[in-house]
């Protein structure tokens, strides 16, 4: 009886949940089909284009119907609307004498630092047709506000509260919970700025890993002040000054030092804004989001060609495998470079690399394709927020690489982790082992006993020669000196800007300008883009999100603290050697 009831109850439960998959799946389709379906929002006479932000701000968008839907509540969500899309739209909006200006309503931006910046730079050449932008918020991030000293004029409610104080790195180390637990972990590495496997086996940073977060986050703090600057008219040791002495600490302060323009509440902001439209009410201020105002742009007419630049989007973590659309498996990212050399009609390719690295194995998988690559047609790099390790070695090849001053870049050297259960086993749980083998290294690198020193020795020959391959994928593919790539390589982390003058990436740009270089040298005037890959089965999707709810469900339990544990959770699975880098815990935003 008891059986029967516990697999009567299993089946109930299990029908339940299919049918409330299925119809999750009817929900999301009839959505999407509605949303299809709309009739093209009409914009009207005195309009403000309203930046709400509610909405993520990616490199690609996604096709997929079900793409914000929650399969834990059931709840739709904002879509992701791509930054292609939003320069566009806000360069269309500069001469549409429909839009009078613009309300940049700052709560919160979900966009990495280089969207952001490319944003900002829209917004400026937004300005130069004269018409007006106002910023709004309850209080401003530093990164928030990258975007607010664009506008004309900067509001903040009374009470709110601006952070500027500088950037800040706080890296986790994980040493002191592996003692406790008795795991040991041996790092094996070649580079001495080779840092992201430290938290395993330091409780604090090492010198050669403060001096390189010390760089870059003050290269990257100098173009945050630099941006500062040109939109407030202040000078950047002014603006250094505040930040060092910590004298924005009100509303007021804001105000007095001149990065507020004026106190005030949404509702008196909206005032002002129907006086600019000429609106009798605030009601009356027809204000158009940036999604709609997308939808209400005629359609571009389609270039009567047959020619295609190819745009692949590698973005993620670079593993081994298919992959994902937020993951770059080495198969899916492989087989879309191939697809493209192969495609006739494809007259040149353009690779947008986010990514902090991961497996060297992927790594080189993925480069071999671009070096085919760049033997049949032109092919060029667009470095995101991040191209560091594996994700630079995939961009080291092309023939001119691309990074925005604040990409994240470098990070040259290679590393192991190799932990080891056995204490842990014994003491913690009472489980022990035995061994028996057929020869000494039949059991190595099993996390079951400690290395000894000749496997320790092995190992790191084994790391030397991929960090060596590495090397000379980079002297080869930027025509520099072996002895110069091992100077600057040894895992440093670089800037774009710093990068550009060390020769490891070309120009300053972004996926537009590397789009127009890709152009110019497939000698192009028209032409159609064509993105790769090919975006996931929506339906397929679907299911992997719902078994994965859980994941999901964890990651929102955990928030900023989410990417530790995906941390810990790789090197205790005894993942193999990595060219990546540990950007989670870098974050200086």
């Known amino acids: 009886m008891r059986q029967f009831l516990k697999f009567t109850l299993a089946s109930m439960l299990g029908f339940i949940f299919a049918g409330l998959l299925l119809f999750a799946l009817i929900a999301a389709v009839i959505a999407g089909l509605a949303s299809s379906g709309k009739k093209q929002v009409a914009v009207a006479e005195n309009s403000v284009l309203h930046l709400d932000f509610g909405a993520p701000i990616v490199d690609r968008s996604s ?39 613009i309300f940049l309503d700052l709560a919160g931006v979900e966009a990495d630092q280089t969207i952001r910046m490319r944003i900002r730079r829209a917004l400026v050449d937004f300005k130069e047709s004269g018409k007006f932008i106002y910023a709004y918020s309850e209080g401003y991030s530093q990164a928030d506000y990258l975007l607010a000293s ?19 790195s706080s890296p986790t180390f994980f040493k002191g919970m592996l003692d406790k637990l008795e795991i040991d972990v041996k790092l094996i590495r070649v580079g001495k700025y080779k840092s992201a496997g430290e938290p395993f086996i330091r409780q604090n940073l090492s010198d050669d890993n403060r001096y390189q977060i010390s760089s870059y986050l003050n290269s990257m703090y100098d173009q945050m002040l630099a941006a500062y600057a040109d939109g407030r008219k202040i000078p950047v040791d002014s603006l250094h000054a505040m930040a060092s002495e910590f004298r924005i600490r009100n509303a007021k302060d804001a105000v007095t030092h001149g990065l507020v323009d004026r106190l005030a509440y949404r509702d008196e902001v909206l005032e002002l804004l129907a006086k600019e439209t000429k609106a009798k009410t605030i009601e009356k201020i027809e204000l158009v989001g940036i999604q709609d105002y997308i939808t209400a742009l005629p ?71 671009t070096e085919l690559a760049k033997k049949a047609k032109p092919f060029v790099v667009s470095m995101g927020s991040l191209a560091a390790s594996g994700g630079y070695y995939i961009a080291a090849g092309a023939d001119s690489i ?13 590393f192991g982790l190799i932990p080891t259960f056995d204490k842990f086993m014994k003491s913690k749980i009472g489980i022990t082992f035995d061994r028996v083998v057929t020869g000494p290294y039949a059991d190595a690198l099993n996390g079951l006993r400690p290395m000894t020193a000749d496997e320790e020795q092995i190992i790191q020959g084994m790391v030397n020669r991929i960090y060596e ?18 100077a600057m390589a040894q895992g440093r982390v670089y800037t774009g800007e710093q990068a550009l003058k060390l020769g490891l990436v070309d120009r300053m740009g972004d996926l537009d300008d590397a789009i127009a270089c890709a152009a110019r040298m497939a000698k192009l005037e028209n032409y159609k883009l064509r993105e790769l890959p090919d975006q996931e089965n929506p339906i397929e999707k679907a299911l992997e999100d719902l ?16 990417n530790n544990y995906v941390t810990a959770k790789r090197v205790l699975e005894g993942h193999p050697f990595q060219a990546r880098l540990e950007w989670e815990n870098l974050r200086p935003y």
């Open 547 to 562: 078994m994965n709810a859980k994941s999901k469900s964890v990651m929102q339990e955990l928030g900023p603290l989410y």
């Open 150 to 168: 664009v506008a004309d004029s900067i509001f903040m409610v009374p009470v709110g509260e601006m952070m500027f104080n500088g950037l800040s």
């Open 402 to 414: 691309f990074a925005a001053p604040n990409t994240i870049t470098g990070s040259i050297g290679v």
């Open 63 to 101: 096709e997929d119907p079900f793409a914000n839907f929650n399969f834990m509540s059931f709840e739709g969500g904002n879509t992701a609307v791509s930054v292609s899309d939003y320069v566009d739209a806000l360069a269309k909006a500069a001469e549409d004498d429909k839009i009078k200006g």
């Open 469 to 486: 391959e590495f090397v000379q994928v980079v002297a080869k593919g930027r025509s520099l000196p072996v002895d110069s790539i091992h």
């Open 299 to 369: 359609q571009t007419k389609q270039t009567e060609t047959k020619d295609r630049i190819a745009v692949i989007y590698a973005i993620g973590e670079i593993q081994g495998g298919e992959g994902d659309d937020q993951t770059i498996g080495s198969d899916r990212i492989a087989a879309a470079i191939r697809k493209a050399r192969f495609d006739d009609k494809v007259k040149a390719i353009v690779l947008r690399v986010n990514s902090p690295g991961g497996s060297a194995l992927a790594s080189d998988v993925i480069w071999r394709e």
